[in-house]
């Protein structure tokens, strides 16, 4: 029999914990985060006085700093944005947490570079 090797035993190990069904691998920020974000963020998160400077009407307002100067989004770093680390503690949106297929949605979008496709 042959043994495992560390990295096979942890893919094992952490596979299962892969994003739940319905959620995009490379999600469109048009049509999968955009209306996310007008629906949940944007009454707070746009126009001229943005909560916490954090402006998510746009994409472009989306990668900019906050009144923090702590990124937003860093494109291809979800762990590194604090969009969503927001999202994962659920002090994002403060209207109610939000189910793991737009958590994932939107952590597949930064991780895949937050494009704007």
Same mark, same amino acid.
């Given at each position: 029999m042959k043994y495992l090797t560390l990295p096979a035993i942890l893919l094992l190990a952490f596979g299962?914990?892969?994003?739940?069904? @319905?959620? *995009?691998?490379?999600?469109? #920020? =048009?049509?999968?985060i955009q209306p996310l974000f007008n629906t949940s963020c944007a009454a707070c998160h746009s126009?001229?006085?943005? =909560?916490?400077? #954090?402006?998510?009407?746009?994409? =472009?307002?989306?990668? @900019?700093?906050?009144?923090d100067t702590i990124p937003n989004v860093v494109a291809g770093q979800p762990d590194s944005?604090?969009?969503? %680390? %927001?999202?994962?503690? @659920?002090?994002m949106p403060p209207? @109610?947490?939000?189910?793991?297929? *737009?958590?994932?949605?939107v952590r597949n979008w930064i991780a895949r570079g937050a494009k704007d496709n």
């Amino acid at each position: 029999m042959k043994y495992l090797t560390l990295p096979a035993i942890l893919l094992l190990a952490f596979g299962c914990a892969s994003a739940p069904d @319905g959620v *995009k691998d490379d999600p469109s #920020y =048009a049509n999968d985060i955009q209306p996310l974000f007008n629906t949940s963020c944007a009454a707070c998160h746009s126009g001229a006085s943005p =909560a916490a400077g #954090y402006d998510l009407a746009s994409r =472009a307002g989306a990668l @900019g700093p906050g009144t923090d100067t702590i990124p937003n989004v860093v494109a291809g770093q979800p762990d590194s944005s604090e969009l969503q %680390r %927001r999202l994962d503690d @659920g002090t994002m949106p403060p209207s @109610g947490r939000w189910d793991s297929v *737009k958590v994932h949605t939107v952590r597949n979008w930064i991780a895949r570079g937050a494009k704007d496709n």
